[in-house]
């Protein structure tokens, strides 16, 4: 049962990345993006730019990741193939997580592309290699369970996008991406604490550059992983309610 689960989970997230993700529209943005933010940031501040990377790479994560959740997951409920999928047969749970996997995929290798940049271009750490990919493993799949979420709970394609860059934009400015976290006003410290991308900047800040987080690195990558579970859960029930609806 469960080796048959795998199965259908690896052929749902094959699927979308050959459909959806794998173009070469989404994969030249993928590589010119982190090259492109790089360049920007080095222009304006070139002694600076090497305490903001672990935030780039997270903010990269995040778009990846999240790059195309929404028209995935709402445009197949628009036109049945969600319906189709599950007539499989396919559970909701193995649907949603080869859904997750695709963006999880996508995210990571984008990431891992901002990270060999990285690597060639700043003196990054490299003795903590291991739990900067494990951090970069977990924020895909927080980043793209939030993703998966925010479909769920819209019908257009529209609605999905509107929504993304809602949370997105946000989460840039006040997750630590440009700002220490400990510079904030408190109130907007403590919206922080309820976004998975400030733990994906905390653990990269502290195994990239060496240097002392806000919280311990293993808290950081215990909490991705409940907000993934947790966003999980959500989008479940959200698909579930939105396919009764329709």
Do not use: H
């Amino acid at each position: 049962m469960f080796r048959s689960s795998l199965t259908k989970t690896y052929y749902v997230t094959l699927k979308d990345l050959k459909t959806y993700y794998l173009k070469p529209p989404l994969i030249s943005w993928g590589i010119i993006m982190p090259l492109a933010l790089v360049f920007a940031f080095y222009l304006k501040n070139p002694q600076g730019i090497r305490y903001i990377i672990p935030g780039l790479i997270g903010m990269v994560i995040l778009f990846g990741s999240t790059s195309m959740e929404g028209v995935v997951i709402t445009f197949e409920k628009r036109v049945g193939t969600l319906e189709r999928l599950l007539l499989a047969p396919l559970s909701k749970k193995t649907l949603l997580l080869g859904k997750m996997m695709s963006g999880v995929i996508f995210g990571l290798l984008m990431g891992l592309l901002f990270l060999v940049i990285s690597f060639f271009m700043f003196k990054l750490n490299t003795q903590k290699l291991g739990e900067t990919l494990i951090l970069m493993i977990f924020s895909a799949t927080s980043s793209a369970a939030l993703g998966m979420f925010v479909a769920s709970s819209v019908k257009e394609v529209f609605e999905a996008m509107t929504l993304f860059n809602f949370f997105r934009f946000p989460m840039i400015f006040i997750c630590g991406v440009f700002i220490p976290l400990e510079a904030m006003p408190s109130m907007i410290k403590y919206l922080a604490y309820f976004l998975p991308l400030t733990y994906s900047v905390d653990g990269l800040r502290i195994s990239l550059l060496n240097q002392p987080g806000v919280f311990p690195i293993i808290l950081n990558i215990a909490l991705l992983i409940a907000f993934t579970l947790f966003f999980f859960w959500l989008s479940l029930i959200m698909l579930e309610r939105r396919l009764r609806q329709e």
